[in-house]
């Protein structure tokens, strides 16, 4: 998941720092990139900065033989279809689409799905993100809804608690269950079934090593190593300024340029109390400059 790095006014986009992310990410291990996701404050962009988003991680992802999925913002039909047909970057540069649960019931959820597949052509993974979206699913529902459709490649699992609907996905449907929520379930949905990981979680090469050890057989190690980094992914994933957090860590390890966010996204507005101590905890560099706090 790659967030969206702006200048430090926010202005523009700060392409320089999404690619530089972008080789970071798969440099680290991972198989491919998902633009536009819920971290990469998709909302507050332009129609045109949504599309050098696209290009600049689809040139990414082709130079070095990755996939990339790209999310579509919101839950209504009509937008999302209307996305689809505008964005010519979009349907020429995406493998697949990230698209958000519309709907709590089966049906519109259905319906919704079909609609974005026949205007894109596109598979497509579902996220069931309610935290993001508003939108609560049910289990059963989420199950009826993606039954028997075969574009749906996968099923992001993002509503807790995680390896339940995990589970209930692989025992009932041939869809593939993938593990989200920045790394803070990745054990428990590898061990219900998850074949697939999509997180947004800064320490990367370490939830990368971590599948890779679960694949091998070392559970040990693989709990191990989530375990190192358990507290920054609970804080980077906790409401509020969840975004903002994950900059800030990305500019420390001068992935990214300014940690710089756009209205309604929260800032980060560090408590001076103990900020070291906590970096340090989060094993993040000791040497840091803090920006401005904002207002």
């Not at 799905?113 to 935290?131: F, I, K, T, Y």
């Not at 320490?203 to 191990?224: F, H, I, K, Y």
């Amino acid at each position: 998941m790659v967030p969206t790095p702006f200048s430090a006014d926010a202005a523009v986009v700060d392409r320089s720092s999404l690619v530089r992310l972008a080789g970071g990410l798969l440099d680290d291990g991972c198989t491919g990139l998902v633009a536009l996701g819920a971290i990469a404050e998709p909302a507050t962009l332009t129609a045109a900065e949504r599309d050098a988003v696209v290009r600049d991680l689809g040139a990414v992802a082709r130079a070095r033989g990755a996939g990339l999925v790209v999310g579509l913002a919101g839950t209504r039909t009509d937008d999302a279809v209307a996305e689809v047909r505008r964005s010519a970057d979009l349907r020429r540069s995406a493998d697949a689409l990230l698209v958000p649960v519309p709907a709590p019931d089966a049906r519109s959820t259905r319906r919704h799905l079909r609609a974005v597949h026949d205007a894109s052509g596109l598979p497509l993974v579902v996220q069931d993100l309610p935290r993001a979206t508003g939108v609560t699913i049910g289990l059963d529902e989420l199950l009826r809804a993606v039954e028997g459709l075969d574009f749906v490649a996968a099923v992001k699992c993002e509503s807790p608690p995680t390896f339940v609907a995990v589970a209930a996905l692989v025992r009932h449907t041939d869809v593939v269950a993938m593990s989200g929520m920045g790394g803070t379930g990745l054990v428990a949905d590898l061990h219900a079934g998850a074949r697939a990981v999509a997180l947004g979680a800064t320490p990367t090469r370490v939830l990368v090593a971590a599948v890779d050890a679960w694949q091998r057989g070392d559970v040990e190690e693989s709990l191990r190593l989530v375990g190192s980094v358990a507290t920054r992914c609970h804080v980077e994933t906790q409401p509020g300024a969840s975004v903002a957090i994950r900059k800030e860590h990305w500019r420390r390890e001068d992935r990214i340029a300014s940690a710089s966010v756009r209205a309604p996204t929260p800032p980060w507005r560090p408590e001076e109390d103990g900020l070291d101590g906590l970096s340090a905890l989060l094993g993040l560099p000791d040497a840091v400059v803090r920006p401005p706090v904002p207002g």
